[in-house]
């Protein structure tokens, strides 16, 4: 029998009446759930007064809970401190870059490198553990909650200072590493080093960037600390986690913290309507399936952990999902190797700075439609369980690096409107709408055996990485690169002779100048017998061992190579060095690849293998409905639905609909 797919969210019973939360129970068996997280908002409660903890509600939910089947994910709720916490430890409250020093009436009010608050969230911890580590609910470790939280304090800047020693060693390596010669900050005693506070003008880039990369690992250490408190009480039988949170706030290196969970867990709030969220949907899915591919031990463990029932944060408005939109969001994750859906949260609040977020049960209660969609996602899990730890098949993968991100969020760029989540994401959305499954990559490990691999805009790039890149291609990859790639290296200083720098050898061209363009400017770009329009970006390229694939046409580089192919070994290498529209990126990849014209959006196919068999998630985009053929997905002739429960044979899939093809894989 096969692990079931773990189906809830985030549950405070904590702000309701015994009355209501016996209400919940009901709800939930009659929705299916079998997971809730509880207690990430709840030091106060657990902890009134330093010292003195309170545990009698919260044995009360988890009795109840486990009593009728339901299992917790029990969290340390070390993401907000409670009201004396900062009054005894005002050190420990976080500084603003410009000084300020925040204080207590929010979320996420700490400073993850004070003493205090990494002493009082262990200790937390550990009674937590105490109670609760043999609990028959018990089914996970839920530790803080979304980690992000800046702080530039005095304790900040002691613990950068030390791992800036274990990072660079002496002042030496580090002034030559952040190029302090430049503006006169040569540093001459460690203490002169403090973190990138407010400042004239523009900031030191590798300063800035080494200061993310030691919040990643502070507040990866300040993880660690409250893991090893709960394995050290419970032992090693319950796995832990965290959610990991998305956006340029979040100072977080997913690849690296993978290596320490026992299953990523990702939030995931598109912000987009319609297609633009089912892009954005899958983005995030593939996204932590790879981060996945980290975690010690067999297959790549990962949990959408929280996600908006009913409704889409646009950013404007708080929009509700078109009918049927909660079911598919959650099964693009299902398709990509999430272990179920979660949300936040179960009820929605009546009070409080979030009390108009969604929940599985919203303010006008169970008879609502977003319930009667969370029950009926809660019936289709079960049935779709068995391809749970079957292997997700990629046809093509994307490099993806935050600390890429990271850097080319800098002001000193050459163009304001460069934006490396928008360069990565369309070339995703490009290949999702292809029909193609996509493997994110960063190219510091061996690189996935797929016949196509892009890079866009890996701006810091490594020699390993670089060597790595090539014997992809050598080996028979079609790999395609486009501009702001390989620029610098790790430490961020720019590479001389030309750009893409460490690249240059294996594309065969080098950049001489680049030529940024202004809101509004265009030039051509042709590409066969096609011409595209160029945005925002173009470059002076010469050729140095490559072939013209496309040149520019209008502007200051007319004529010029736009698009160049080299032969490497048994693959080719492709430089793109020109921001292309969604549709000119699309042809420009087919050609690559050689796949002809990429097909219009419709259909999005996941499939998924093991010894058993195969699996076929498919979802219809479309408002018309779509014919299935279980042969053009390489299934058997006695494929099944898992869904429908019906014969894919002969198949009809309704607009906005679903369905999981059961059956056993045939040769093509």
Not at 46 to 71: N, Q, S
Not at 402 to 419: F, I, T
Request: a negative charge; charged letters at 20%.
């Amino acid at each position: 029998m096969s692990s079931p797919l773990w189906f809830g969210g985030d549950y405070n019973p904590e702000q309701w009446p015994e009355e209501v939360q016996a209400e919940d129970v009901e709800l939930m068996r009659r929705a299916g759930v079998n997971l809730v997280t509880v207690g990430v908002f709840s030091w106060s409660l657990l902890e009134p007064r330093e010292g003195e903890y309170r545990f009698d509600w919260l044995d009360r939910v988890m009795d109840r809970l486990g009593d009728h089947g339901i299992g917790v994910a029990l969290a340390t709720p070390t993401a907000s401190p409670p009201p004396w916490f900062g009054l005894a430890y005002p050190d420990a409250m976080p500084v603003t870059a410009d000084g300020t020093r925040l204080t207590h009436g929010s979320r996420d009010t700490y400073d993850v490198c004070a003493p205090a608050y990494r002493e009082a969230s262990v200790r937390i911890a550990r009674a937590l553990a105490e109670r609760y580590a043999g609990h028959p609910a018990l089914r996970m470790w839920h530790v803080h909650n979304e980690y992000g939280t800046w702080s530039h304090s005095e304790h900040t800047a002691a613990a950068f200072r030390s791992w800036l020693r274990g990072r660079h060693g002496g002042l030496d390596r580090l002034n030559a590493a952040w190029t302090t010669a430049f503006w006169s900050q040569h540093y001459s005693e460690w203490e002169q080093v403090q973190p990138p506070r407010a400042t004239q003008y523009l900031p030191n880039p590798a300063h800035v960037l080494d200061f993310r990369r030691f919040l990643s690992d502070a507040m990866l250490d300040h993880f660690l600390s409250q893991r090893d408190a709960l394995r050290e009480v419970g032992g090693h039988g319950v796995p832990i986690t965290t959610n990991l949170a998305f956006g340029d706030w979040v100072p977080v290196d997913p690849w690296r913290w993978a290596e320490h969970l026992d299953l990523v867990a990702v939030d995931d709030y598109p912000d987009r309507t319609g297609q633009g969220g089912a892009e954005q949907t899958a983005f995030a899915a593939d996204l932590a399936r790879s981060w996945a591919d980290r975690v010690p031990g067999p297959g790549r463990p990962w949990l959408l952990m929280e996600q908006a029932a009913g409704v889409t944060y646009t950013g404007e408005v708080t929009r509700p999902k078109a009918s049927g939109e909660t079911v598919r969001h959650s099964l693009a994750h299902v398709a990509r190797g999430s272990r179920g859906a979660m949300f936040f949260q179960w009820r929605a609040s009546r009070g409080g700075a979030e009390q108009w977020h969604s929940g599985m049960v919203p303010h006008a209660g169970p008879d609502s439609r977003v319930f009667r969609e969370v029950c009926e996602l809660g019936s289709v899990l079960p049935r779709v369980a068995e391809a749970r730890d079957a292997d997700v098949v990629a046809d093509a993968a994307v490099t993806w690096d935050p600390e890429c991100w990271w850097a080319l969020g800098s002001p000193s760029l050459p163009a304001r409107g460069v934006d490396y989540l928008e360069s990565v994401r369309q070339v995703h959305r490009v290949l999702w709408r292809s029909g193609r499954t996509v493997d994110m990559v960063r190219p510091d490990r061996d690189l996935p055996r797929v016949p196509l691999l892009v890079v866009p805009a890996l701006y810091l790039l490594s020699d390993g990485a670089a060597e790595r890149l090539a014997r992809y291609t050598e080996d028979g990859g079609t790999l395609v690169v486009t501009f702001l790639s390989g620029l610098a290296d790790p430490d961020g200083t720019v590479r001389t002779g030309g750009y893409p720098g460490a690249l240059r050898d294996l594309l065969g061209v080098w950049v001489e100048e680049m030529y940024p363009m202004f809101p509004g400017e265009s030039v051509g770009l042709d590409l066969g017998s096609v011409r595209e329009e160029v945005t925002m970006w173009s470059e002076h390229v010469h050729l140095a061992g490559a072939e013209a694939v496309a040149h520019y046409a209008g502007g200051p580089l007319d004529g010029l190579p736009a698009v160049t192919r080299r032969r490497h070994g048994a693959g080719e290498a492709w430089y793109l060095s020109a921001r292309l529209s969604d549709r000119g990126l699309a042809r420009l990849l087919a050609e690559a690849a050689g796949t002809g014209p990429f097909p219009e959006p419709g259909l999005d196919v996941v499939r998924r293998v093991d010894r058993n068999g195969a699996w076929v998630f498919v979802t219809n985009h479309d408002n018309r409905p779509r014919p299935i053929d279980p042969a053009r997905f390489g299934l058997d002739a006695g494929a099944r639905d898992l869904v429908s429960g019906a014969s894919a044979q002969g198949m009809t899939l309704p607009g906005g609909g679903v369905a999981v093809l059961r059956g056993h894989p045939v040769d093509n």
